[in-house]
């Protein structure tokens, strides 16, 4: 029960916070008001399932049901207390403890004798107290008598006479005559002992005949879905439209490897089960096989189920029961359904926003949707849902209007100046800030690269008309410096200028790679590799004879490069390094173009199937390109504690 009473306990901790205004910024307010909206539908939830009476199976034991679930502390403790008692006999046995107290033993000469009794879940422990009582913790305060197996017991009840009173008697089956008559202080202490015990032997059958009885109700008022005619996300699963990967099942959720459109909506949102990964992996690439718009289309009419048909060998059967099935349909079918469809919209504003700043029509179709569920009051639940969505939605465009400065923990490193003219070239200016600088710039355009943009970018045509604006910017600024350092380095008036140029470039590569700048690394590197560069034999030569130094430095920034051995060392450093970090897009974007155009989009071509809504689409590759993707995201969270300094960027 602990991490159920975990969520009453953060929900009326997110109350407080509102209640007693302990937060400062309205944002924060908003965030932590749709948190507790959404803790309080859970809330709701666990309340309204334990108020059914068929969820209750022990409602009468429950007292008993909450002794038995104290923790594993508790029991090692009473182990502790026993002399005698073979601890590792004892934690081989199932010792869920319930119930302890002071009992009477009868003997069969009538004698008594006090037993402190130990009740557990498969067992019954009789101990006796030491005399005199040990003084000082972690003596045993009890002696280890004898030990009887639930299971293999009867329990008798034994009427009162003058010489014994409130007694029962405990008699294993294989040992007829060895029995245990123990007599309780009073009668309520006996009723308490008796209800234990007889509970404990009986719930393993009551818990059998429960499960059989709601198989029984099951199997008369199956689970009815809506007809495959008004309602197309009801087909069922047939080679033709879903095809799962081999292989064992991960997380008890199956792989796609292919399916049709309608089919991946039906398993975004599937009844039976929820898959975060799924939903990830398909906000990511389902632009590659459709649009924003058609897939909101979807996920409304995903969401207005109609109500199913009632058949006739159902109607016609005496254990049917209409109301019975009805409610089956809607809490084990409309409510998961409808709730998952509004989780994936959750996270569809929440991380791919762009989608809707792009197209104000598709923003103000999903604001109606959203504005009518719940109208009448029927389900207020799912209101709160759509309302918290809502609300990210504002909170989304009015960060759109608000320019944030981040802040750091430690200070931005000063300006570092080489020589301080006016004129502001390369070889005027300190290594080190053209370094930071470039840094500065490179880490805008590469944290501007939304998923949009890559998957975009991926599945172009030959005309690349206004595709993917961030890539593209980031691709053309590092195409400009390329071709800006080749230039310098061939426009040098002699051969000594042009071993200085290149020895302060190996510089500029040395303060990337301290920064972790790959992508800067690599410009430098294409245009040291470029035709005209590398034909210049004689400032090779010089290179290494007067500046060996930087001439080595080069071969090892050069052999950690990703062009050197496919990337091998690169991508090793890359996974040792902490942000922030600008790694080398090129390499990610052959990758995507090698899944993208290795690999059939389609399972089945267009011959087998002409028309669009039936063909197979190939998840599995979009699960390797989703894969890249986020790889490349978690570059994109830390920025660089640098400040800009215009003079140089202009």
Request: proline share 6%; hydrophobic share 35%.
């Amino acid at each position: 029960m602990s991490p159920v009473f975990r969520v009453f306990q953060y929900a009326e901790f997110l109350r407080v916070l509102l209640v007693e205004r302990k937060v400062t910024t309205p944002d924060t307010a908003e965030v932590i008001d749709n948190a507790e909206g959404i803790i309080r539908f859970i809330v709701d939830g666990i309340d309204a399932l334990l108020k059914n009476p068929q969820n209750r199976r022990h409602s009468s034991h429950s007292r008993i049901r909450n002794r038995a679930n104290r923790s594993r502390a508790k029991v090692m403790e009473i182990i502790k207390s026993v002399e005698g008692w073979d601890e590792k006999e004892a934690t081989q046995r199932r010792l869920d403890f319930v119930l302890e107290g002071d009992l009477s033993k009868l003997s069969s000469r009538e004698r008594r004798t006090d037993r402190h009794v130990f009740l557990f879940e498969t067992c019954i422990v009789l101990c006796k107290a030491k005399q005199p009582k040990p003084v000082g913790g972690g003596a045993p305060e009890f002696r280890y008598k004898e030990m009887m197996p639930l299971h293999r017991t009867y329990v008798t009840d034994k009427d009162d006479t003058e010489d014994q009173k409130f007694a029962f008697e405990l008699q294993p089956r294989d040992q007829p005559n060895m029995h245990q008559v123990l007599c309780a202080r009073s009668a309520d202490d006996k009723n308490l002992w008796l209800g234990s015990l007889i509970m404990l032997q009986t719930r393993g059958v009551l818990d059998r005949l429960l499960e059989k009885t709601l198989e029984d109700e099951d199997r008369a008022n199956p689970l009815r879905l809506p007809m495959q005619e008004m309602y197309p996300f009801a087909e069922p699963d047939s080679p033709q439209n879903l095809v799962l990967e081999d292989g064992p099942i991960t997380r008890g959720v199956p792989l796609i490897k292919g399916a049709t459109l309608v089919k991946l909506i039906e398993r975004l949102t599937y009844h039976q089960y929820a898959d975060p990964a799924f939903v990830k992996t398909f906000l990511i690439t389902f632009r590659s096989f459709t649009t924003p718009l058609r897939l909101l289309e979807l996920l409304i009419d995903r969401f207005n189920i109609p109500p199913p048909t009632e058949q006739a060998e159902m109607m016609h059967s005496d254990d049917f029961n209409p109301a019975v099935s009805a409610k089956r349909f809607r809490k084990e079918y409309c409510q998961p359904v409808q709730f998952r469809v509004l989780n994936v919209m959750r996270h569809w504003v929440d991380n791919h926003f762009p989608d809707f700043e792009c197209d104000t029509d598709l923003l103000q179709h999903l604001k109606h949707f959203l504005s009518k569920i719940g109208d009448g009051g029927r389900d207020l639940s799912m209101k709160k849902w759509a309302d918290s969505i809502a609300k990210i939605i504002q909170r989304k465009e009015r960060k759109a209007e608000i320019v944030r400065e981040m802040t750091f923990q430690t200070p931005r490193p000063e300006i570092e100046w080489h020589l301080r003219n006016e004129d502001y070239e390369l070889m005027t200016l300190h290594p080190r800030e053209i370094a930071r600088q470039l840094t500065l710039i490179e880490s805008e355009q590469f944290r501007a690269i939304k998923a949009s943009d890559l998957i975009e970018w991926n599945n172009k045509d030959q005309s690349e008309n206004c595709c993917s604006p961030n890539l593209q910017k980031c691709i053309r600024f590092s195409n400009k410096i390329t071709d800006y350092i080749q230039k310098y380095i061939l426009m040098t008036e002699n051969l000594e200028e042009r071993v200085a140029v290149v020895s302060r470039l190996v510089d500029i590569m040395s303060e990337f790679e301290k920064l972790n700048n790959f992508n800067g690394l690599m410009e430098i590197h294409a245009a040291l590799q470029s035709s005209g560069v590398h034909r210049l034999k004689e400032t090779k030569d010089l290179l290494v004879s007067k500046f060996a130094p930087n001439s080595r430095l080069l071969d090892k920034l050069v052999e950690e490069s990703p062009s050197h051995n496919h990337g091998k060392n690169y991508f090793a450093k890359l996974r040792r390094i902490n942000p922030p970090c600008i790694p080398f897009v090129g390499q990610y974007l052959s990758q995507l173009h090698f899944f993208e155009k290795g690999n059939a989009s389609f399972l089945n071509g267009t011959e087998d199937c002409p028309l669009v809504d039936q063909r197979l689409i190939n998840f599995g590759q979009r699960r390797r390109i989703a894969d890249i993707v986020t790889e490349i995201q978690q570059y994109q969270n830390q920025p660089y504690c640098l400040d800009v300094e215009p003079k140089i960027r202009v």
